[in-house]
Every structure is written in C-alpha cells, then in structure tokens.
C-alpha cells in the first residue's frame, strides 16, 4: 500500500507531502492544480522515464519519495526483492532524484538501483488506470494467471496437477536427453564403440612389436647393400678368390708361421706370435660368423608387403585414436567402459522411456482438462464482465477472451490467451492494449477489476479521472464499483465528480497558491465543514448556496453509507 508521497522542486511543486490510507483515497480540484502532477510522480516511482523539464524552474534537482507497507504474504513482491538483495523489511522506501544536467538516480531502501528494477517493484505494488499505461490488465502475459485465478479452487487444482506433472515429465526428458535423445541414438553410439573397441582389440597392438616392425623394415630396405657389403667382408678377410693375392686370414696365417719359425733364434718373437695367432683365431671365426650372417640375410618380397601393411595399421589406428600406441590403447579402455555403462543402463533407459510415454500422454489429457476449465471459466468472466460494462453504460461494449494453442504442452498449458475488447457494435473485440480511449480504457480496467478483485494481489491501484466523459447513472456505478475495490486494495482517484468524492473514505483537496510571487501546488485533507464545501463545489462550480451545501451534505452522507 502506498503510505505517503513526499514530492520537492517537481514542475509547479515546490514541497508537497501526502500521507495516503487504506480504502479509498479521492483527489479533487480546479482543472490545472496539479493533480496529473501528482499522478506523473507516481508513474516516475514506478519506472516510467524522467526528463530535466520536470524539474522546476530556478532548482537544480528534483526529488520524490514514496513509502510503500509491505505485507508479510505478498509473495510476488518478497521474490523481486529477494533477487535483488533487498532488504525483507515491512517499508519499502523508493526515491527519484531527477537533474537538469539529465542525471537520474533510483534508490530502494537506500541503495541505488537501475530503472528496470523501479519498472519491475511497480508492476507489483501500483496498478495505474486512466490516461496512462502502468496497467497489468494490458498485459497479455499476465492474462492467463487472472483467469486462473478468478476460476477459483476447481481450476487452481487442475492447473497446479497439470504443473505437477509437466514438470516430472520435464525431468525424465532431461534425464533420457543426457543418455541419448532417442533409442536410436544411444544404438548408434552403442554400435560405434563397439566397433572401435574391436577394431583396437583385434589389431593386438603393442609399443614393442611396433619399434621391432619399424627396424626389420628398414633391414628390409637396405637388404642389398648389407648383402654386399658382409660378402665383400667375407672373402676378402677368409675366402680370397683372387689368385694372386691370399685372403687375409692366409696372409695372417703365413705370417705367424714364418715368425713361429725364428723362436728358437730369438725367444723375445713370441709375445708377437701369440697376438697373430689371437688375430688368426679371431679373424677365422669373423668368417665364421659372415658367413653365418650372409645365410640368415634372406630377402622376401611378401615379408616386406606384410611388415609394411602391419606398420599401416599402426599408423591408421594412430591417426584415429591416438598419437601413440600407449594413447590408442587407452581410448579402448574408455570405450569398454562407456559400454558398460550404456549395457548395464540399457534397462533403466527403458523403464525410463516407458515412464516418458506415460507422463506425456497424462500430460495432454490434464491440458485438455485444463483447457477446458478455463474456456469455462472464460465464458463466465465474458459475461460478468459485460454485465459490468453495461452498469458502466457501455451497453454496445463486447468483451472476449482469445484462446490460442501452441504446438506442445508449455509450464502453464497448452494455450495462450489475451483479452480483447471492442466498445461499438459490428466492431470485432480487439486486445485491450489497443483501446484508444483513456475513459473507456478506465471504465473496462474498472469492471474487471471489480470481478477479479478477490484473485487481484496488486495492493494499490489508481484511477485518473474514471469519470471523464460519464455522468448520472453510470457514475453511481462506477462509485460503487471503486467502493467494492476498496474492500480488497488501496483505491487512488484523481476526480471532478462529487458522487465518487462523496463515495471515498478520505479527500484531498488540489489547489495552486502564490507565495512571493510564484505558484506552486499545495494540498488539503478535507474533513467535515471543508469536505462539504468542496463537493458542493464539484456540484455547482463557484456558485455555492445553502441548497447546494445541504446537497453536499446529503451526497456525502449517502457516499459514506456505501462504505
């Protein structure tokens, strides 16, 4: 609820405070006072955009307050806060501070905040009718949660089991989604693990028969050149076959023979002898193993095809699965385990799956439920509300409430719908943000305010001159209408008319007064003789007589009886 409004250097305002209360608070005065003043700053609080030329002429800022009660279960507005880190007090304290430099702060409860938090606070604390747009009725998104809730508890319970179950349907979704979007999917990549598991596997890779196969290859390359070179070896050191020159062994041999011969001459020959016949011995069994090794170096041309098509494989897997065979084997490590996670799921997957079957078709059936009970509950609204239009003299007014259905079930139903409404007749309704009228927009906020005031949880709401253009009947109407919100929410009206002046728990009095030579806007809590006198003005202008005070009189005191 709106508690009290402090305005300093706004437009003709120098430094006005009001002080509202619960039920209904009414503003009265002479055209130009400076009651659309007072209305403006509220539409500031509650985000709408501020300009320099607001702030009054001479004055370098301009400042408005507004303190906000809180009630305890106001659900709504406690999460905005929550969000935003503020503070769950019982007030809620907003401040505009507007500069001519163009600079603007908003601070909630002290602490500075953007402008789109003030918008979001005032979409749940102010509803504002009249000749501006801060109203929740034209808002298509919120159209559906006032049908759900005028629909009352019969409605509420379906729409709270169709919610239950959409959500646990959501869930199991979620849950397949991470396994696999489908069945089919989850083969797919069942399939493809498998295959890679099998195709490493298989292959029996290890790092050393990998280093072996790379060395016998190159062996394999050079086989003629190693072929020439260990003959060459062998017969020029064992089996010389060049006659007029003795393989080296030979020549060793002679040698050592011929030295062995001079021993008894000189017995300081035999360390010399021993060596040549160590280098003999060796170089005899060189031979020995050249010739051993010229058998073994064997070239085969299938053996090449096959070391290198074994060599390919390696490389292939390599390319697919790793950079090293270590790396190769790892990656099929991880598949036996992806497998058997995906095998030892397989039955949950399916129970899963089953239970997703069942909770999507329960879904549907309770959105067709739901559907059903709102398309109910919007013919009953329908013709309640055009009962109301009609009391509010709109007897041509025809108001209808647009089903539209979406492709699948969504969290609140399988449907959208908007208001729509159309004031003449052989006009098609039209949605409500497109009424052109500010008085018609007021009387239509009216009326279904008046029916959906019991499921309407915004605490204040206020009207902007409701009875611009109406007059008699129909403002008797609309007194009685204000009267019944006021039971349920704080009412606000700017008006001219005494019967809905007489009709408010509370008057304030608008007027402009001159003070060293400026004017500015100044306010007056009417009570008693003053209040009498200012609804006999509403009556008859300036011309007040005795008869039009006992009018006065007597209009208040049947407005007060309403109450």
């Not at 009651?35 to 320099?52: C, D, T, V």
């Not at 959500?167 to 295959?195: C, D, N, Y």
């Not at 129909?474 to 009267?483: D, L, N, R, Y």
Request: aromatic residues 6%.
């Amino acid at each position: 609820m709106l508690a009290y409004l402090h305005m300093q250097n706004f437009a003709l305002i120098d430094d006005l405070s009001l002080e509202f209360f619960p039920g209904m608070n009414v503003l009265t005065g002479e055209t130009g006072a400076g009651k659309s003043m007072l209305i403006g700053a509220i539409n500031l609080i509650l985000g709408e955009r501020a300009s320099s030329e607001q702030v009054r002429s001479g004055t370098e800022q301009a400042f408005i307050e507004t303190v906000f009660t809180v009630a305890p279960d106001y659900k709504q507005l406690r999460e905005i806060l929550a969000e935003n880190g503020l503070l769950q007090e019982t007030e809620l304290i907003i401040l505009r501070e507007i500069s001519l430099s163009g600079r603007n702060i908003c601070r909630v409860n002290g602490r500075a905040v953007p402008l789109s938090l003030l918008k979001e606070l005032g979409s749940v604390l102010v509803d504002l009718h009249g000749q501006h747009s801060h109203q929740s009725l034209l808002k298509p998104e919120k159209h559906l949660f006032f049908l759900d809730e005028f629909g009352g508890r019969e409605l509420l319970n379906i729409k709270h089991s169709y919610q239950e179950t959409y959500r646990r349907w959501q869930q199991v979704q979620k849950k397949l989604k991470v396994r696999g979007a489908s069945p089919e999917e989850r083969k797919r990549k069942l399939e493809l693990l498998i295959f890679q598991r099998d195709e490493i596997l298989e292959a029996s890779l290890t790092a050393a028969e990998e280093e072996s196969l790379q060395q016998r290859l190159l062996l394999l390359n050079n086989m003629e050149k190693l072929h020439t070179m260990a003959s060459r070896a062998y017969f020029e050191i064992y089996s010389s076959d060049n006659a007029l020159q003795a393989s080296v062994v030979d020549q060793i041999g002679s040698i050592e023979k011929e030295m062995s011969s001079l021993l008894e001459i000189d017995p300081q020959l035999v360390p010399f002898v021993e060596i040549l016949q160590e280098i003999s011995t060796g170089l005899t069994e060189l031979g020995r193993e050249l010739y051993t090794y010229l058998d073994g170096l064997t070239f085969s041309a299938e053996e090449k095809t096959e070391t290198e098509n074994r060599l390919e494989l390696y490389r292939r897997l390599k390319e697919k699965y790793g950079a090293t065979v270590e790396e190769v084997l790892s990656f099929a490590e991880k598949c036996i385990q992806e497998i058997t996670v995906l095998e030892n799921s397989a039955a949950k997957t399916l129970r899963w799956e089953a239970e997703e079957r069942s909770l999507r078709q329960e879904t549907a059936q309770i959105a067709a439920q739901l559907t059903a009970q709102r398309k109910k509950t919007a013919q009953k609204l329908k013709l309640l509300v055009t009962e109301a239009l009609q009391e509010l003299s709109m007897e041509s007014a025809c108001f209808d409430v647009q089903f539209t259905e979406q492709k699948a079930p969504g969290p609140t139903g399988r449907e959208e719908l908007e208001f729509l409404f159309s004031a003449n007749p052989g006009e098609p309704p039209k949605p409500l943000v497109r009424i052109i009228s500010a008085g018609e927009a007021a009387r239509v906020m009216l009326a279904l305010k008046s029916i959906l005031a019991a499921q309407d949880h915004i605490p204040t709401l206020i009207f902007d001159e409701i009875d611009s253009g109406i007059g008699g009947y129909t403002i008797q109407k609309v007194s009685e209408k204000m009267v019944g919100l006021s039971k349920k929410h704080q009412v606000i009206c700017v008006t001219h008319s005494p019967q809905i002046a007489s009709a408010a728990d509370h008057q304030y009095y608008i007027f402009k007064e001159v003070s060293q030579g400026r004017t500015a806007t100044a306010v007056r809590y009417l009570q008693g003789e003053k209040r009498i006198m200012e609804i006999a003005r509403l009556l008859n202008g300036g011309n007040i007589d005795n008869i039009t005070k006992k009018h006065a009189a007597e209009l208040l005191k049947k407005g007060q009886g309403l109450s």
